[in-house]
């Protein structure tokens, strides 16, 4: 039982840093900041429930998708490693990039708030990894999955009271802080890759 519990919560913590809500707020609230509040909370809930359909696609035919295109898990593991610690060093290491456009009131819809700012790449490849890991847990995985997907849900719900609270330069600093984190996670990623590789 033990065992299962903290492949549970070490599951859920590896989902939840990558979907990285903290760091998401501020482009969260840009995109949303021009629209009625009332509709804003419909459209961040309609945004989460199909990243979370699309998470939930590739954590159960994920690896199905990697047989049909012949490829092995060792190499999603790498390539899902490498994207991952890109994502980290833009986290660690902030630029000012153009990926959001706050001068319209258009209504976003699935692109960039669903994917690939929730349900990015480097999240569906982690998901198709940890299926092929836990092939016999999968539904501590789906319990995983939904805690993570809950946390960010709440986070950004309260997105305006979060960034009152710790302010935008406590944001930006978490967000180096979990950016570090992840890149450690995302060498671990390629490092295991490689090892399953070298043996096969």
């Known amino acids: ?108 819809f699935i692109v960039p708030l669903a994917i690939p700012l929730i349900s990015g790449p480097s999240l569906l490849a982690t998901l198709i990894l940890l299926s092929h890991q836990y092939v016999k847990h999968i539904r501590y995985l789906v319990l995983a999955l939904l805690i993570a997907w809950s946390i960010t849900v709440c986070i950004l719900l309260l997105s305006n009271f979060f960034l009152q609270f710790i302010g935008e330069k406590g944001v930006n600093a978490l967000e180096r802080l979990i950016g570090l984190i992840l890149f450690m996670l995302s060498t671990q990623m390629i490092l295991d890759g490689i090892k399953v590789y070298l043996k096969t």
Do not use: C, H, W
């Open 1 to 108: 039982m033990d065992i299962k519990m903290n492949q549970i919560i070490s599951a859920t913590i590896l989902l939840l840093l990558i979907m990285d809500p903290l760091g998401n707020l501020p482009v969260f609230i840009s995109m949303l900041k021009k629209i009625n509040p009332k509709r804003r909370y419909i459209i961040l809930t309609r945004e989460m429930f199909i990243a979370l359909i699309l998470m939930l696609i590739f954590l159960f035919f994920g690896e199905k998708f990697l047989i049909f295109l012949n490829l092995k898990t060792e190499i999603v593991s790498i390539s899902g490693g490498i994207i991952l610690s890109l994502i980290a060093i833009k986290m660690i290491f902030p630029i000012i990039e153009e990926k959001i456009s706050s001068s319209t009131k258009e209504e976003p």
